[in-house]
């Protein structure tokens, strides 16, 4: 089974599906992560003014040795051989990953990436188009979603969690720039699947939330 999961920045997906994917024993595909990934590694190449353009096609292998696969249930990102860890997660990063995400080739670059790691199936993916473009065909669809002041609130405490010195206005001012960007760019916008089961986590706890998806799961898996 693949249970895909999509919905706007800060709205839980990443920390909900990861200990959803633990409760079921299943494998975490963080696409965003995948993304930031590709924004670290074009960062290291190219400036952002020449990031600024659309590129239309990705760079040569040697200058773009960014490779993805699963060990121990657990995606593992290696740049020439070398594992990333919270170098992907600085905002300005982030903030990059929305701009390259809006290349074709970047999307088609991801989107077979994150197929061939997921075609073992029992995989929790969670994104911004996982269940509309990349697993439009998954068992289980869900849109998560909370209102932008939650969200830039869970973002912002993320990442003075993690030591990373933002901005709380600069912040919420980003999140509704790429909540607007996404819903808007022309490549797999930002909406809730027609098949998708949408849960406003603004009032909900982390765990409220993780047993209704492994309620919905097991509801389904048992169907």
């Known amino acids: 089974m693949i249970v895909a999961v999509d ?9 909900v599906c990861r200990l959803l994917a633990r409760e079921l024993a299943y494998t975490f595909l963080d696409t965003g ?4 990934a ?15 353009q659309p590129m239309p096609h ?6 773009f040795p960014l490779r993805f696969e699963i060990q121990n249930e657990d995606l593992r990102i290696l740049f020439a051989g070398r594992d990333l860890g919270d170098e992907i997660r600085d905002p300005e990063i982030t903030r990059l990953a929305s701009r390259v995400s809006q290349m074709a080739w970047v999307r ?11 075609s073992d199936g029992r995989v929790v993916a969670e994104g911004r188009d996982t269940t509309t ?10 849109f998560l979603t909370a209102d932008l002041t939650t969200r830039a609130r869970r973002r912002f405490n993320e990442y003075m969690a993690k030591g990373i010195p933002v901005d709380y206005a600069s912040l919420e001012s980003q999140i509704r720039e790429r909540d607007e960007a996404d819903s808007k760019r022309a490549l ?36």
């Open 108 to 118: 088609t670059y991801l989107m077979d990436w994150q197929r061939r790691l997921a």
């Open 133 to 142: 473009v990349v697993f439009p065909e998954a068992e289980v669809k869900v």
């Open 58 to 63: 990705p760079p040569a292998d040697e200058d």
């Open 33 to 36: 992560a995948m993304y930031r």
């Open 188 to 223: 797999a916008p930002l909406r809730p699947a027609p098949d998708a089961c949408i849960i406003d986590t603004s009032r909900l706890e982390i765990p409220e939330v993780v047993r209704l998806l492994v309620d919905l799961v097991r509801s389904r898996d048992s169907g």
């Open 38 to 52: 590709v924004a670290w590694a074009l960062s290291r190449r190219f400036s952002e003014l020449e990031l600024a």
């Open 7 to 15: 919905g706007p920045a800060g709205a839980g997906k990443s920390t």
